[in-house]
């Protein structure tokens, strides 16, 4: 059961840390890639605000493939070095973008995309994926987030 972050009254990274605390909850004894990260996308779309699309994208013969997300339907494939996703994981490195329309070759999926953060999904030393989110607010995501989000996504692919 997952409990809900906008009724606790705790401080941004309190909620952060309930929110690694429940997706561990939700991954314990499950193995499967795909139930793991639908659980995922879902528990961080329930618990980001101001945000329009959580989802994930996997390393598929040398480009990113869509996978399990939350949010209107999005790109299918994604060249490695193309847009946000595709340089984050070229570059292996959490990419936070304050205004989408500034980075060069971004690929606008949703048009309401203003900013976005993307965290690679490395598991010993192998690029799995990436967790993409984007907002519809420019400059919505902070260092807080890129924090948060990266533990978020390390804590994830312990159970990948």
């Avoid at 409990?3 to 909620?15: H, L, M, Q």
């Avoid at 879902?42 to 493939?65: K, S």
């Avoid at 949010?71 to 984050?88: D, E, F």
């Amino acid at each position: 059961m997952v409990f809900n972050v906008e009724s606790y009254n705790g401080t941004r990274e309190e909620k952060y840390k309930l929110v690694i605390k429940q997706l561990i909850a939700l991954l314990e004894g499950e193995r499967n890639i795909i139930a793991n990260l639908s659980n995922a996308s879902a528990l961080l779309n329930q618990f980001l605000d101001r945000t329009n699309w959580v989802g994930f994208y996997l390393m598929e013969d040398g480009e990113l493939v869509l996978g399990p997300f939350q949010g209107l339907p999005a790109c299918v494939r994604i060249p490695l070095g193309k847009g946000v996703c595709g340089t984050a994981a070229k570059q292996m490195e959490t990419i936070r973008v304050e205004d989408v329309h500034q980075f060069p070759g971004h690929i606008a999926c949703d048009a309401a995309s203003q900013s976005e953060i993307v965290i690679p999904l490395i598991k010993e030393g192998k690029l799995l994926g990436v967790l993409d989110i984007d907002s519809p607010e420019k400059n919505r995501f902070d260092k807080l987030d890129h924090e948060y989000l990266d533990e978020f996504s390390k804590v994830l692919v312990s159970y990948l």
